[in-house]
């Protein structure tokens, strides 16, 4: 929704969450949360279980913020994190558990 009524608000939504992937899981893969203790991101606090499925949602979420903005900084900012996280779908999306 937010993509259609302005998307300049889907990328202000991404950015922390981005921010925080890549400061703080070091996972191949995107968390699935990222703390039960607002308003502090602390990490995740499940097992990883759903690795195939939050990855694959925060790659589509960036490429279509990418592709309706028209503005591709958050790719060209958090590149090594999109880039680890298609090899690590690449390498288990088919042999997915989840």
Known sequence: ???YLNASIAGALLEPLLGV???RTGQPYAAQDLGN???SAS???VAPTQGVEQTGNMLIMELAHARVSGNGALLAQYYG???RWADYLVGNAVKSVN
């Open 81 to 83: 994190t999109t880039k």
């Open 1 to 3: 929704m937010f993509l």
């Open 37 to 39: 203790s607002y308003p």
């Open 43 to 45: 990490g995740p606090t």
């Open 21 to 23: 992937q890549v400061s």
